[in-house]
């Protein structure tokens, strides 16, 4: 009897460590680990940059970034004192990004230069304008570890020259690379992102098109979005989600960080 008991105790905590924990099941409000970041990066296209959407009286359309209401600004601003830099625009792709913001930086944010602000942290949200005109490629066919002006024509090839580009200024910097949400994903396109922490060091994954919200949900459209773009309170919301999952990062991976202090 103690024998059958001890192996039934061993065999349930195998199946209770193998449950898939959701980071963000429960979203926190406070930046928490979040706080260890002082200055950051936000890379990606017009979700990433506040973008809002209205109506004229004549019936067009105007889109808008706004910045300051980015999940990016916001989360700097949850967190006091950091620094954070939009390198992002509407539109924007993987291969656009690296001319408009790395090659000849001419961006709606003021011609902003990746390069002449290295931070200690990435978030780098990309994909959703890439799914229209490129192939998603293969990560460990078409990123040339040795030389990224060598790398594919492809979205990951393109994406991964991004991590190269940014690793040369600033190797010790902290990524974390996020898959496409639902409402905009194609799952060949995240599967590659997901190969990003096998092929880059310093490189987490924020699996948005696996754990979060769905927001193909008319009720959370009807909250979060102003036609075909989040309102404040949806950007606010992501800022949430984004400082949860980071959090929950770095409380997982905790040696990982213990130099980030030295990342200037």
Not at 110 to 130: E, F, M, R, T
């Amino acid at each position: 009897m103690k024998r059958i008991t001890v192996t039934l105790f061993i065999l349930i905590s195998f199946v209770v460590q193998a449950q898939e924990v959701n980071p963000i099941a429960t979203i926190s409000q406070q930046p928490g680990w979040c706080t260890i970041f002082h200055r950051w990066g936000f890379i990606g296209d017009s979700m990433c940059s506040g973008e809002y959407e209205y109506l004229r009286e004549d019936g067009s359309t105007v889109w808008h970034e706004n910045y300051d209401y980015s999940w990016g600004q916001r989360i700097v601003a949850a967190i006091g004192g950091a620094v954070g830099y939009n390198f992002s625009q509407g539109g924007e792709t993987a291969q656009g990004w690296i001319a408009n913001f790395w090659d000849y930086p001419v961006n709606r944010n003021g011609d902003i230069s990746a390069k002449a602000h290295p931070c200690q942290a990435y978030i780098v949200a990309l994909g959703c304008n890439d799914r229209i005109g490129y192939e998603p490629g293969d990560a460990h066919k078409d990123i040339n570890l040795d030389d990224y002006t060598k790398n594919a024509g492809t979205f990951i090839g393109y994406y991964g020259g991004i991590i190269q580009r940014v690793k040369s200024i600033q190797p010790g910097a902290r990524f974390f690379v996020v898959t496409l949400p639902t409402l905009y994903g194609k799952e060949e396109f995240s599967a590659e992102i997901r190969k990003m922490p096998e092929i880059f060091d310093n490189v987490y994954l924020i699996d948005l098109e696996k754990y979060g919200q769905d927001f193909r949900d008319p009720e959370l459209q009807k909250r979060y979005f102003e036609k075909g773009h989040m309102n404040a309170a949806g950007y606010q919301l992501m800022a949430w989600t984004f400082m949860t999952y980071i959090n929950w990062i770095v409380d997982n991976n905790i040696r990982d960080f213990y130099d980030i202090c030295m990342v200037k």
